[in-house]
């Protein structure tokens, strides 16, 4: 028999989650979810889960990474008990599940120490640079080492172990046993759902949305290519420097849009915004146009006597690798992936 623990309402609150326990069971949310299906249903289910405090059962369910959080089901709520905004904060509760450093459950639960993470990432850069005595050359060489190495590590380290807990918590705990070809056969449903989130496109009214949301994980890859791979900031074919400049300019015009509506609150998921969400978007703003700003600084020779912008730079890009992509909200979009993928295995 599953385990109940009343207490757990308590826990998820700290990750947003409100109201949620004046749900009455009636199932309009799950009746006007255009995500949710007759094997997969949802949102009620989790709810219900939730005011039970059903832990093992929500770690070991997919649902809530089916959700892509649109807010039909929270408008035809009759109890305003927000089902889109458990689900949100169910995946948070998730991925701090997953984390096996517990430091994403940490930052989620508490802002001062998020800000101390932040504050202590750009002393150690600024103590890096005194200690270089601002060596613009230095200082840029590093920047450029450093994105690979925490890019590889933040990956072997954090995020592929916590994939390898999200799948034993899925697949292997319930004892589901796939064989190796479904395995391989879900490998396009993996990259497909990573590179488009097209499910998103089946929430209704959600095009524009989903169109955003794909622009800028063009732009976010691209400019990641550019930085790591191309060398950006060093190159001087003419073909690598525009491409930077338009990768950079998609992510911090399309994230200019995100928190002008995360400001407004002129839609439901806009309405709730946690720390983590307005930490991801305001970040990524800062990394694109910081990033613009650098070559074009370089380009029309300013940059050496404006060490301070690549500085700010630097600062912006270390606290987005150590601090938001491995335990902050943009792990949400591995995760989901892999839900896909695991969804497929588990068919
Ligand atoms: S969350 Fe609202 S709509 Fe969904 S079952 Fe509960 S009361 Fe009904
Ligand atoms: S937010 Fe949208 S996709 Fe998520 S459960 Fe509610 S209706 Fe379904």
Request: charged share 15%; hydrophobic share 50%.
């Amino acid at each position: 028999m599953a385990a109940v623990n009343p207490g757990f309402g308590k826990e998820l609150k700290k990750y947003g989650a409100f109201h949620f326990n004046a749900c009455y069971n009636c199932g309009n949310c799950t009746a006007v979810c255009s995500l949710s299906t007759e094997e997969d249903s949802f949102p009620r289910e989790m709810l219900r889960f939730s005011v039970l405090g059903m832990k093992e059962d929500i770690k070991s369910s997919l649902k809530p990474w089916l959700c892509y959080y649109c807010g039909e089901c929270s408008t035809h709520c009759p109890q305003t008990a927000n089902p889109g905004e458990l689900m949100m904060s169910l995946r948070r509760w998730l991925t701090s599940e997953y984390d096996w450093t517990k430091l994403s459950g940490l930052l989620y639960r508490s802002l001062p120490l998020t800000i101390s993470a932040f504050i202590l990432t750009a002393i150690v850069v600024l103590g890096f640079s005194i200690y270089e005595k601002f060596n613009l050359e230095t200082i840029m060489h590093f920047g450029h080492n450093f994105e690979l190495l925490a890019i590889v590590l933040v990956f072997v380290l954090i995020l592929l172990p916590n994939i390898i807990r999200m799948w034993w918590f899925i697949i292997l705990k319930p004892k589901i046993k796939a064989p190796l070809s479904k395995y391989f056969a879900g490998i396009w449903e993996l990259i497909l759902h990573m590179f488009t989130q097209k499910r998103a496109l089946d929430c209704d009214d959600n095009r524009f949305r989903w169109f955003e949301h794909f622009i800028l994980v063009l732009g976010y890859l691209g400019l990641l290519f550019t930085t790591v791979f191309l060398d950006w900031f060093s190159s001087e074919k003419l073909f690598i420097i525009v491409f930077g400049y338009v990768v950079s300019i998609i992510v911090f015009i399309v994230t200019i849009d995100f928190v002008s509506d995360r400001i407004k609150k002129n839609n439901e998921i806009n309405k709730f915004s946690q720390p983590s969400d307005w930490l991801f978007v305001i970040w990524l703003f800062f990394m694109g146009i910081t990033a613009f700003s650098v070559r074009l600084f370089i380009d029309t020779g300013l940059i050496e006597k404006n060490i301070w912008l690549y500085l700010l730079h630097l600062i912006i890009l270390a606290q987005w690798a150590l601090i938001i992509v491995p335990f902050g909200k943009w792990p949400h979009f591995l995760y989901r992936s892999f839900a896909m993928y695991f969804a497929k295995i588990k068919s």
